[in-house]
């Protein structure tokens, strides 16, 4: 198989996977949805065509093994399958759907590594479904509290019902996990969804480190009443008090460095023209590399929201939904990840991650590390998402190379 060919069977899978959604007219595939099944049923099918055995765990992750030819700790690799709402077709499928190729090449040369390979296809990354996020990762390192699934979707159906819908017994979740000792590291390789590669003018890069995060969901009550009849001084405006909230969350990540803030979902009601909003319920994502940066903007921004309530007479009431700290990937990895880049003929650039992914999870299981692929003007999350299929082929050479240096023991 030469690397043209390789780009095109990346491609033709990415497409399959792209076709899968609940939505004919752009890709929405939500963790453990009729659309999440049947894009772990055809990775299955790809996993086994490429000589791996398949099973589903209890959390709904599609894991694909191929043992070694001598016993001992796996490599993962892997990424997720799920997808924001009319996302791209790149973010987390490239991840799975590269070392699945990969493990297709060695199958179809007759080549086989002394080590066991999983991959993995996790069942939510996104956080998109369900107001927690990284389940298929924090389950298989052991660290997905069983009080997680009663957290509920928006039409109130808890994980754990979407589990049984699954055909997965929540009582299992325990079973997801895995030992420290079955593996020696994790790879994931996904797009970089930032410009750095683009600028650079190279295909891959290794990634330092993960950025940490907070997720808030937050509630602002007042008091609801006639648009027409109650006059200004005396409304408690739930919508109004939650954009000044909101206003305060920009300019106080904007007067920080290296933290970054947003209020991606807003919810008014009773959400009439001609009634004062008296309850809003607003997201709030945060992050930085720095821990403490994010720590600092988290005070600063709750203790605004004590000062916006106090003034306009609301209650304003915070849920944290995820924490995650940042994560340094491992030194050993990373070495021989840029070991294979240079092997593939490129420069081995480091670049950090602001994007959470499920490698920060799976850190808390076995050293990680990632590899970042060019993606088109740096846009993720967004349908127009792209990369080319020669990038794709680079990606697929590079961890190859990685597969059989580790083979070869270097
Ligand atoms: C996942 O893509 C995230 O970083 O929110
Ligand atoms: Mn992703
Ligand atoms: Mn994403």
């Known amino acids: 198989m030469n690397s043209t060919t390789i780009?095109?069977?990346?491609?033709?899978?990415?497409?399959?996977?792209?076709?899968?959604?609940?939505?004919?007219?752009?890709?929405?595939?939500?963790?453990?949805?009729?659309?999440?099944?049947?894009?772990?049923?055809?990775?299955?099918?790809?996993?086994?065509?490429?000589?791996?055995?398949?099973?589903?765990?209890?959390?709904?992750?599609?894991i694909g093994r191929c043992e070694g030819s001598e016993p001992g700790p796996a490599l993962m690799l892997g990424s997720h399958l799920d997808t924001v709402r009319d996302g791209g077709r790149y973010d987390g499928m490239l991840g799975v759907v590269v070392p699945i190729v990969c493990m297709q090449v060695l199958h179809s040369r007759g080549e086989t590594l002394r080590y066991p390979v999983e991959i993995v296809?996790?069942?939510?990354?996104?956080?998109?479904?369900?107001?927690?996020?990284?389940?298929?990762?924090?389950?298989?390192?052991?660290?997905?509290?069983?009080?997680?699934?009663?957290?509920?979707?928006?039409?109130?159906?808890?994980?754990?019902?979407?589990?049984?819908?699954?055909?997965?017994?929540?009582?299992?979740l325990h079973s997801a996990k895995r030992q420290p000792d079955e593996f020696f590291g994790f790879v994931e390789l996904h797009i970089e969804q930032g410009p750095v590669l683009e600028k650079e003018n190279l295909p891959i890069g290794v990634v330092s480190a993960i950025a940490g995060a907070s997720?808030?969901?937050?509630?602002?009550?007042?008091?609801?009443?006639?648009?027409?009849?109650?006059?200004?001084?005396?409304?408690?405006?739930?919508?109004?008090?939650?954009?000044?909230?909101?206003?305060?969350i920009e300019a106080i990540c904007g007067s920080l460095s290296d933290v970054v803030g947003t209020v991606g979902q807003i919810k008014a009601a009773p959400g009439a023209g001609n009634v004062i909003p008296g309850a809003v319920e607003l997201s709030l994502d945060l992050r930085s590399s720095e821990d403490a940066t994010r720590k600092h903007a988290e005070q600063q921004i709750l203790s605004t929201f004590d000062a916006v309530a106090e003034r306009r007479g609301l209650t304003i009431t915070t849920h944290c939904r995820h924490q995650a700290s940042?994560?340094?990937?491992?030194?050993?990895?990373?070495?021989?990840?840029?070991?294979?880049?240079?092997?593939?003929?490129?420069?081995?650039?480091?670049?950090?991650?602001?994007?959470?992914?499920?490698?920060?999870?799976?850190?808390?299981?076995?050293?990680?590390?990632?590899?970042?692929?060019?993606?088109?003007?740096?846009?993720?999350?967004?349908?127009?998402e792209s990369m080319t299929r020669e990038d794709a082929a680079a990606a697929a050479d590079v961890l190859l190379n990685f597969l059989r240096q580790i083979n070869a023991g270097t």
Request: with cysteine; charged share 20%.
């Open 7 to 62: 780009g095109q069977l990346i491609f033709d899978k990415i497409d399959a996977l792209a076709r899968i959604s609940e939505n004919p007219d752009n890709l929405t595939r939500l963790s453990l949805s009729p659309e999440h099944q049947r894009a772990n049923a055809l990775v299955g099918e790809w996993m086994q065509q490429a000589g791996m055995q398949i099973r589903t765990d209890a959390v709904g992750n599609i």
């Open 121 to 172: 296809g996790f069942s939510d990354e996104e956080g998109v479904r369900f107001p927690s996020t990284l389940h298929g990762s924090k389950a298989i390192a052991g660290t997905l509290d069983a009080d997680t699934l009663q957290d509920t979707d928006a039409d109130g159906i808890s994980i754990a019902e979407a589990l049984v819908s699954f055909g997965q017994d929540p009582q299992q």
């Open 215 to 248: 997720r808030y969901q937050i509630s602002v009550t007042g008091k609801a009443g006639h648009a027409g009849t109650v006059p200004m001084n005396l409304r408690q405006d739930a919508l109004t008090g939650a954009s000044e909230c909101i206003v305060a």
């Open 326 to 384: 940042s994560v340094t990937c491992d030194e050993q990895l990373c070495s021989q990840l840029a070991t294979a880049i240079q092997t593939s003929g490129y420069r081995p650039l480091t670049l950090s991650s602001g994007a959470g992914h499920d490698a920060m999870a799976i850190a808390a299981l076995t050293p990680m590390a990632m590899l970042f692929v060019r993606c088109k003007d740096g846009l993720s999350h967004h349908p127009d």
